[in-house]
């Protein structure tokens, strides 16, 4: 019996990918995720996060990570269908990873109908969509960890050579950065989420 999990990091970022992240393993190796003390990525330090990035990696049997691009995301958003694009690239890491059952973490505020959607997407496997997923079923905090590093390392290598801070709109430094970017050069970088409404907010005020 071959399980899947799967999550999602940078929904609500204002710059930089959204990434899905996916593993597959035989049932009877969850436990070894739980011995190993993998959670929900949000309570885990970035340290020990990149610790077990690597565990997981040995312990599953499979994994796939997608990167979603801050143009796809500003073109669903104006489309209103962010949840869609969502669904989708979670229907290619199921199909990919082809497991018996898919636990994903759902985005809808209807679970239900999440899974359903991703279900048809996917030449109907069977999924079970949950909110708060990643902190009820290992197998989906173990992909969490794994698309909250891929993200995490995305965001460094552009701070490598701009201040911006995490990329979320709660961040100052991002905001800031966001600002002067504009307020120089009239446009926003590539990474950047331009449908955003704290963006379009920057824009409306600049």
Not at 7 to 16: I, Q, V, Y
Not at 161 to 167: T, V
Not at 176 to 197: D, E, G, I, L
Request: charged share 30%; hydrophobic share 35%; proline share 3%.
């Amino acid at each position: 019996m071959q399980i899947c999990g799967i999550d999602d990091a940078g929904r609500g970022s204002m710059m930089g990918p959204l990434v899905i992240a996916g593993v597959s393993l035989d049932k009877r190796k969850l436990r070894k995720l739980s011995i190993l003390g993998v959670k929900d990525s949000k309570k885990l330090s970035p340290k020990l996060r990149e610790y077990l990035y690597k565990k997981i990696i040995e312990i599953v049997d499979e994994y796939y990570i997608a990167k979603i691009s801050p143009r796809s995301i500003d073109a669903s958003v104006k489309k209103h269908c962010l949840n869609d694009l969502e669904a989708k690239y979670m229907a290619k890491v199921v199909s990919k990873l082809n497991s018996d059952t898919s636990y994903v973490d759902s985005c809808d505020v209807n679970p239900r109908r999440f899974g359903k959607k991703i279900s048809k997407l996917s030449n109907n496997h069977k999924i079970k969509s949950y909110h708060h997923a990643d902190s009820r079923f290992v197998v989906v905090s173990a992909a969490s960890i794994l698309a909250k590093v891929t993200r995490d390392r995305t965001i460094a290598k552009l701070r490598k050579n701009h201040d911006l801070g995490s990329g979320y709109p709660s961040d100052s430094l991002s905001v800031k950065f966001v600002t002067k970017y504009y307020k120089k050069n009239h446009s926003m970088p590539s990474f950047v989420r331009k449908s955003w409404k704290p963006i379009l907010r920057i824009l409306d005020n600049n």
